[in-house]
Structures are given as C-alpha cells and as structure tokens.
C-alpha cells in the first residue's frame, strides 16, 4: 500500500424537514457517535435569550459587524427574521471541511437553499419526514400541551416545508430513530468515500502511473 | 407507517479500471451477495469463442440484427472493435431498473463514457486501482506467465485506463478485496437511499400533506 496521507475533505450535512420530524434528536445522535462531525452556529444580531449561551447556541454579535462581515462576504449564507439577523460563518465551515470534519446544520429548506449558492459540492442534503401528519401533531403536543393556535400555525409550517422534499438528496421517513439513524450512517459511509472528498487521489494517482 | 409500496429504482453500477485492478472478481463477489444485481451481457457480432455460452458471456446476434437494433436505438451504447460491433442492450437494463434490481457493468471508461449519454442519472460510476503498477503487473505475469510483450501491452493500456480516473464518482484502491467489498456495500447502501431512486415518494408526500 501507499504512504500517501489519505485525508478526506469534511462535508456539509444538512439536515431540514418540519418541526417535529425529530431533527433535533438525530443531530444530537449524529453528533455524539461522530466525533470528527460538528454543529454549525450561526451569528444573529438578536439578544440571547435565557438560558442560550454564547458560542454553543449562538454567536451574538452586533449589528454593525453583521453588517460588516455580510458586506465581506464572511458568511456562507444569512437572513433578516423579525428584525434580526442571522447568518452563518463562512471561516468555521471552511476550516472544518478542510481538516476533513463534517458540519452538520440543522436548517429549514430557505437556509439549506441559501447555503447552496456558496458551496455546492460540499453538500449533503437530507429531509426528515414524519410518517404522519397525525404522528407529527401528536409530538407537537407533547411539546406544547394546552396551546392550540401554536400547534395549527406550526402544522401550517410544517406543510410548506414539506413541501420542499424534492430539494434534497436524500429523504429519511422518521418513524424509529434507530432505522433513521442506519440511515444516516450509511449515507455519511458513502458520501465520505466520494472521489471528489478525497484530495488525496490525485497525487496517488500521478505517482502511480509515473514510469518506474 | 404508510401502507404505500416503498419500490427503489434500480441502478446502473459501473465498475471500470486496468486490467488487473481486480474489478472481475469483485464484480463475482457483488453478483454472489446482492441476489437483486445482475451482470449486464453485451450482444456481439464476433463469433463465439470455444467456452463462451450465448446469452450467458454475450448475446452473440448477426450483424443486420445489430445494425437494425443500432438504427432503432435499442442499444444504450455501442462501438465497432476490431471489426466486429458490440452494444449494451436498453431493454433488459430498463427492465431491470424499473423493477428495483441494479445492472452491473464490467468496462472500461470509453464504455463508461458512452452510457453516461444514456442514463446520467441512473449511474454509480466506480474507478478501481491497484495499490501499485508494481503490484498490477505481478497480478497481470500470474496470468500470462510467459509473454513480456502482451504484459508490457497490457501495462501501456493500464496507464490510459487510469487516466481516467477522474470521470468517476467513487474511486477504490484495491490493495485488499474484502476492504474493497466494504466499500462497495457503503456505496450501495447510501445510493439505493437517494431521493431520485425512491419513486414512492412522490406520492408519500401528497398523501401526507392532504387535508384530514
């Protein structure tokens, strides 16, 4: 075999699907099984609110550096919502792919579209559906258990991001986490091994076929 | 869960590399593990050679068939070789595809090339090496023990086929088989799952975002 250091570039896991459809539980399991994978925190112009914390949830910045860093082109995507901005750093993500750690983000379809423009190639898309619509408002009752109004604006929500499936590479039915999670890892086993993620080819390549 | 038919599309999974990289014996493998693959067979209008069983090695038909079938565009791809025509047959592929099996194909990258006009988005384009040209030709002298002139040959025509490595999705150096195996099934594991392969999706999704 070779000596070649065989280093893979990172790749940029997105995650999207309608509230509910159990994203959050399977970044949390993606991220504590692998350990060369990391979340994406987006900078926001917004307060923090309780309890969030700077540089895990958010990175709370002012707005004249949004602004200043938008104008240099230092993120990969971002967004005005009510008056805030949000926004992703380009610098994190580009290190990380480089040192071939995958970033995974937990976005809706507006977000994964925005980020499509700035690094095709580097991304993985993949939209978790629940297996129902009656499965998804009974997890959003659990959550919110006496508001109404809350639960049918969130099922509107969740229509029109499902609405967005045909977006994405891949598409997971999330009705058991542990089949979901399969899932994943076989669709990260791959997408790892893809050619383009393995800078390494061409130099073993060159010295493969030079005349020895 | 949905009582909807969840049938995946088949694939077209082309294995291309030098002589010698090892490619036939992991075709064998595939074919022994995954009983919903089958080896595409060419049709021909070389005659047979002594042990080659018609429909099983080629399908070997005359040349005004091959002509008529060639006007008709019934092959997905086809070249004149030393005189004689050789195509790959549409109909047993789309068959094939359409019924949730994948197709095979042992060529090398003009074959490649060639079908990716017909079917881009049905194919897994996988390059195969060896670790070293040192190794393929001791692969290729255990063969033709006594003949430098057709090794040296075999090896100019190694170095062509690998110049194309670049033109495939999955590149794998085949220093052990059953490494090359792991591959293989991650590969096949996370493409079967891509939203395009996945037909019933398109009404999961209607029949989960109808009122109710």
Known sequence: MSNNKRERRGL???????????????????????KDMELSISSTTRAARPGEVDGEHYHFIDDDTFRAMAKNGDFLEWAAVFGAFYGTPRAAVEIALAQGRDVLFDIDWQGAQ?????????????????????????????????????????????????????????????????????????ILSAERRLRKRQPWLGEFVRNLIQPF
Not at 14 to 33: D, F, V, Y
Not at 142 to 152: E, F, H, L, M, Y
Request: net charge negative; charged share 25%.
């Open 12 to 34: 940029m896991l997105i995650l999207s699907g309608p509230s509910g459809a159990g994203k959050t539980a399977l970044s949390r399991l993606l991220l504590s099984e692998y």
């Open 114 to 186: 925005q980020l499509k423009q700035a690094a095709a190639s580097d991304l993985v898309k993949v939209f978790i559906l629940p297996p129902s619509l009656g499965e998804l408002e009974a997890r959003l009752r659990k959550r919110d258990q006496d508001n109404d109004s809350v639960i049918a604006g969130r099922m509107a929500r969740a229509r029109d991001e499902i609405n967005h499936w045909g977006e994405y590479h891949y598409v997971i039915v999330n009705g058991d986490v542990e089949h979901s999670m399969e899932d994943l890892r076989a």
